[in-house]
């Protein structure tokens, strides 16, 4: 049997089956108001202490973020409103289940990377609970080498996974940015998220994960195991056997950038060689922030990453607020289709001075540092509104100005809408969540927001040549210029440079030393003709190899 998810940190593991599950307390627990709040300290505590003796940076930050949720005054006041007398209560559950639904619901509803936070909180309530009824709450105990499979691990359940023993995570629910992707990249073991159906297999049960593919076997052969062992370990060695520029093997230059959203990931960047930032995510920096920070506050935090990058490009994206990533002090208002709504540009609607001081920040962060600074609007759709963004980036001698692609709209007219602008760079991710509406980050829909779908490709073939027909240049920025395949195909395509996370920069250096323009340009004509997603790749696979 087979089963696929999306795959979040690469390499093949094999190994038995370890099933985490968590049991709902099906007693009463009874407590008193003081003791509610005793045992949630204790928990924060608890929280705060696992941060410090856990060695991995990313495990100790989820920790130590939970351990703030447990101490978060709203949520002690949203307890403490529904436990309002002194007296011992026979059953608290419902009130301190209620008062976290609060907090979870709205969570929920922001979506994306908010989303994924219920989790954090479904555990501390957990946590809670336990610590009330006497229960010691059970930590994920390996005692041979196992492939843990969840409907979704807790945070602190994957922070404090024994490295000796976990090969692989498995969960059934989960996106990219949850913590189960975000920890299992950095203890460096492969996992897969959104994995329907692992669940119904039995404890125990030996199954291979291809953390690259996102792809589980149960029972796999020895044969299948090397093959897939061999695959990775040649790619992993063509990654590091290519350094300098990006170039096709018949010399032809493809800028190789990457994404950042912060400094540190600018750093990261010029560790792996990045030769340049190609989207600096601005919004990330202000995920959190009530208030939108002051235009010299902005300065310093985009000269951070500027400094990172001196004497390379750094195209910075301004706000990308809304939908997957609402920023508080500019999303305010509930909207029934938010990734239709009000975002990116389209918040110059509702926010406009917001837009005005960024660009005032970006263009005075840019004269302060020896870089050459590139700024783009997120969401355009139409030739005007590119007019208008290159008008105010230019009033304030921003030099070179772009747009994403992200829109079918924007793509459909790349040769208008460029004519207002320098460059434009495609937001694959984006791009396709609109060609085939379907969400982005829905798992069950995972085989209709595939890039390589030819809808997708042939919307994409458009908006390249109009850029060519304007001479514009055109790049990639969304999540497929870090796939090698469908990185070549966008080359044949039209595109000139690829911007991708820095940790997949190394692999897609490598692979494309290893093809020409021409195998580029040939697979591309090849998978615009065909009608599904799986032949698009097919086709790809046969052409370039793996
Ligand atoms: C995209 O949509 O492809 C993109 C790069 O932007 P984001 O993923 O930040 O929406
Ligand atoms: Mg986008």
């Known amino acids: 049997m087979s089963y696929s998810g999306i795959g979040v940190s690469p390499g093949i593991a094999v190994g038995p089956i370890r099933r985490v599950t968590r049991t709902q307390l099906s007693e009463p627990v009874p407590a008193s108001p003081r003791s509610v709040f005793k045992a949630l300290d204790a928990v924060a505590t608890d929280l705060e202490k696992r941060a410090e003796s856990v060695a991995l940076e990313v495990a100790r930050d989820v920790l130590s973020a939970q351990a703030m949720i447990a101490r978060d005054p709203a949520l002690v006041e949203a307890i403490g409103a529904r436990l309002l007398d002194d007296i011992e209560y026979p059953d608290v559950r419902s009130q301190i ?11 929920a509803a922001l979506g994306g990377y908010f989303a994924e936070r219920v989790a954090d909180l479904e555990e501390i309530s957990d946590r809670l609970l336990a610590m009330l009824s006497g229960q010691e709450y059970e930590d994920v105990k390996l005692s041979e080498p196992s492939v843990i499979v969840a409907l979704d691990l807790t945070p602190a359940d994957t922070a404090s996974l024994d490295l000796n023993f976990a090969r692989a995570l498995v969960v059934e629910k989960g996106g990219p940015t949850s913590h189960t992707a975000i920890v299992a990249r950095g203890l460096g073991i492969p996992a897969i998220v959104g994995c329907v159906g692992i669940m119904d297999v039995p404890e125990g049960q030996i199954i291979m994960v291809d953390g690259r593919e996102g792809l589980v076997l149960t029972n796999p052969s020895d044969g299948e195991i090397e093959a897939r062992n061999t695959r990775e370990e040649s790619l992993r060695a063509r990654a590091s056997s290519v350094v300098g520029p990006g170039r096709l093997s018949d010399r032809t230059p493809i800028s190789l950038l990457a994404n950042a959203g912060n400094a540190q990931d600018a750093i990261s960047a010029a560790t792996v060689g990045a030769e340049g930032i190609g989207l600096f995510r601005t919004e990330l920096l202000f995920l959190d922030r009530n208030d939108e920070p002051s235009v010299d506050e902005q300065v310093e935090l985009y000269r951070s990453v500027f400094e990172a990058m001196a004497g390379r490009r750094v195209v910075v994206r301004t706000l990308d607020a809304g939908s997957d990533k609402p920023v508080p002090f500019i999303n305010a208002i509930h909207e029934e289709n938010p990734a239709l709504g009000v975002r990116g540009w389209r918040l110059t609607r509702t926010a406009d001075n917001v837009l005005d001081r960024q660009l005032d920040a970006i263009a005075a962060a840019s004269r302060a540092v020896n870089a050459d600074i590139w700024v783009m609007a997120p969401m355009i759709d139409v030739p005007s509104e590119a007019a208008e963004f290159a008008h105010r980036a230019r009033a304030r001698g921003l030099r070179r100005v772009g747009v994403m692609v992200e829109t079918p709209a924007s793509a459909i007219l790349a040769d208008k809408v460029l004519a207002e602008v320098d460059f434009a760079s495609l937001g694959t991710n984006d791009l396709t969540q609109y060609v085939m509406a379907a969400d982005r980050l829905d798992s069950r829909l995972s085989d209709l927001t595939s890039t390589w779908h030819p809808a997708v490709l042939r919307t994409i073939k458009m908006a390249a040549s109009g850029a060519e027909a304007l001479g514009r240049p055109i790049g990639v920025c969304g999540e497929a ?23 997949a920069l190394a692999e897609v250096r490598g692979f494309l030393a290893q093809v020409d323009r021409a195998t580029c340009v040939r697979a591309a004509e090849q998978v615009l003709a065909v009608s599904s997603a799986d032949e698009a790749e097919g086709i790809a696979l046969d052409l370039f190899g793996s």
């Not at 289940?97 to 969570?107: D, I, P, Q, R, V």
């Open 97 to 107: 289940t209620e008062a976290f639904a609060g907090f979870k619901e709205a969570l």
């Open 481 to 503: 210029a870090a796939n090698p395949q469908l990185a070549a195909i966008m080359i044949g395509l039209g595109v000139s440079s690829l911007s991708m996370a820095p940790s």
